[in-house]
DNA sequence: GATGAATGAGCCTTCATTCAT
DNA sequence: AATGAATGAAGGCTCATTCAT
């Protein structure tokens, strides 16, 4: 699955902007926000929109997997951290991304797939799954978190968590997670 | 809000066809499901629907209404029960349900509304938002349930929990659940 | 394969509407005319068409069937004469129909399909070829067409003289059908 | 209708590649096929599909033409020949040709213009016509064709021949060509 | 009250054509 | 000259909603 050849430059900028529209119809008006939307918001024809994303479904796997790679990212850089605040930091800050992203948890819920569950994986379900479970076995190492723990429970716990804060106030948010984590941490 | 007059016994069977039929066929297909196949599950016209419910959405309303009735009668049954149990079993009845029913824990959403949030309040929300904090009252006044945890944050732990059941299997699901469980519990 | 409940009285003159305006519209524009403009002719929305034929291939075997129909029709009339004029008449009919009708010859082509060639045949086909052939051989009987000239390519002439009388004036055509009657009639 | 200064010999190169992969693709899928296919077959960027000819009509044509040519050139070949054997050759070459070659019969339909009917005639047309009508001329002064024949009426049926032959086994054609050809003759 | 035919706005997608690179 | 990204007008089709029967 190659990437195919380096866009020029301009294409380059379309297919960027138009991620990013469609990241922000995509929050404000959920997945069944029209293409046509997608494309006003990005400033560009609709035909740039279907000519970048030959079908409203990749495009939307597009966005998706725009967002895993940010959660990755985070992952990444957090990693240098002591395991556990890295392992709740992540978490933390994967529930926050969706507080904003309406319909962002359901690429979580792929990753529920790799995690466990049946069904066909998808790449993007696979990225995070592996990198979640390394959050979590450093930080059941470290002692940070309940050794019978797996992540397939993990991963759930992320996607509920995800979907709830999408409509909840902030510190609601945050006291539901203080809550989840407590259940997370070893026998005191 | 009122009633208009009592229905025909004919109309009044109609009436409960089509909420069957709309249940079954929105947890089948999600909310997108057309209203014709609405009507076709049901055994009606498309006009009887559009009767009995003006618009998609006030179809859409009835049908979680009345998931949230059938769920406070859970309650209501489990309120004579020890205050522990009723409160996690009913908590696990709840999640369990929208295992099944996929678009389910849409309901719960609208609680949080009324057990927190900013926006309008709706009926259904109102309702479920008592419930559920009479159940946490009892049950913390039991000892069973920390008691700094307020209504808001449980009925979004109730509505992750509801929303991640939906993909996952069982058993992930009943050890994610332990894990909230235990967060709730007081400190041992 | 039954014709489903009698439609309703004014269903039943829509559908007839529909059918009329396609035939026209197609024999206009050639079978890529638009829906739309099919609905506008008809005087009904665009819904209404796709209600009576659920997609535009629907609409156009329908009009291709109506037309066979009119054929045999034609065609049963013409038994009760001569078999020999019988059969030219027919012959002559079908051809002159054509002229008039642009995309007509279609449905002759699918008529080679039942009468010969390979691929699936279709009802339309059967129907016209069972028809044909039946013209056919009491012509032969009556020994005004060769006994050496099968339905396949009876049919196959049919459609070549049908095809191309779109575009011809009609003295031409007549000329050319003659040359292809003295082909077919038995050796003088 | 100049040709403009002479084309660089890569150009002339690209206008070849183009104009063969239009043959194939159209051939293959019929004139509705995207003039991106046809830019993909010969190698090319759409923009040059485009600067050699400015619209797909223009694309269209050109292809016919290209037909029409080899056409005359057969004819021209079969000058040689007897007249007879010229006649019924180029006959039947032109009508194999087109069962090779979906659509290909329409460049056939344009002669008609030229040939007897009413409209414009083209480039195309007039070039065919002529050189059907030397062949049937000479033809007739041989003896091989009846004298009351017109170009006309020969076109018509070649074009009708052509049409039939798109979709026919290659017995069926031959059987029914023969019937045409047996039509042609002089009376027995 | 029930029915289902009619309606048309709106959606996804394709494709001829233009134009900056 | 060549390229291919961008454009937007259609086109086929769906579906919530209305209304005559």
Redesign the pocket.
């Known amino acids: 699955m190659g990437e195919g050849r380096p866009?020029?430059?301009?294409?380059q900028?379309?297919?960027a902007k138009i991620l990013d529209a469609a990241e922000a119809v995509f929050a404000a008006q959920g997945l069944?926000?029209?293409?046509?939307?997608v494309?006003k918001e990005a400033?560009?024809?609709?035909?740039?929109?279907?000519?970048?994303f030959?079908?409203?479904?990749s495009l939307i796997e597009a966005v998706f997997l725009a967002r895993v790679r940010a959660l990755a990212d985070k992952a990444a850089a957090l990693s240098q951290a002591q395991a556990g605040p890295a392992f709740y930091g992540f978490f933390t800050y994967a529930v926050e991304q969706a507080a904003t992203q309406s319909a962002y948890a359901d690429v979580l819920s792929e990753a529920a797939v790799a995690g466990g569950g049946g069904g066909e994986p998808s790449v993007v379900g696979v990225e995070l799954a592996a990198t979640v479970e390394t959050l979590l076995v450093r930080a059941q190492q470290a002692g940070a978190v309940r050794a019978d723990v797996g992540p397939a429970e993990l991963i759930a716990l992320l996607i509920g968590a995800s979907r709830a804060a999408e409509r909840v106030s902030p510190d609601v948010r945050t006291r539901a997670l203080d809550i989840v984590f407590d259940g997370l941490r070893p026998i005191r």
């Open positions: 866009l020029r430059a301009d294409a900028r379309n297919r069944s926000a029209s293409t046509e939307d494309a400033g560009v024809g609709i035909g740039t929109v279907f000519r970048h030959p079908a409203k479904e």
